[in-house]
């Protein structure tokens, strides 16, 4: 099993950045492609970016790409997710999930997920 602990969420004016960081316990994390997802208020929950084990491999959702970075540092156990050029659309519970049987990023399938992290744009 894997633990996963989402930072970095917060308020931000629109225009503005924010990185968020995903700490995953455990000793086989680069055993793990890793997703970013997001659910706003009334909305299902979607993927915003993946990553493959090795990072070789990333998926963006067509509403964040350019803006958003996904990468990872298995030396760190950690997964990143960068968020250039907010939107106040972007405002959403931010989570990290981890797979280790992930065959095409977009559609995982995910196990483990963190609690989430609330991100706020305002306008």
């Known amino acids: 099993q894997v633990q996963l602990v989402e930072s970095g969420g917060g308020l931000v004016q629109a225009g503005g950045s924010l990185r968020l960081s995903c700490a995953a316990s455990?000793?086989?994390?680069?055993?793990?492609?890793m997703g970013w997802f997001r659910q706003a208020p009334g909305k299902e929950r979607e993927i915003v970016a993946g990553i493959s084990r090795s990072g070789g491999s990333t998926y963006y959702a067509d509403s964040v790409k350019g803006r958003f970075t996904i990468s990872r540092d298995n030396a760190k156990n950690t997964v990143y997710l960068q968020m250039n050029s907010l939107k106040p659309e972007d405002t959403a519970v931010y989570y990290c999930?981890?797979?280790?049987?992930?065959?095409?990023?977009?559609?995982?399938?995910?196990?483990?997920w963190g609690q989430g992290t609330q991100v706020t744009v305002s306008s």
């Open positions: 455990g000793r086989t994390f680069s055993s793990y492609s």
């Open positions: 999930a981890a797979g280790s049987s992930v065959y095409v990023l977009q559609y995982g399938p995910y196990d483990y």
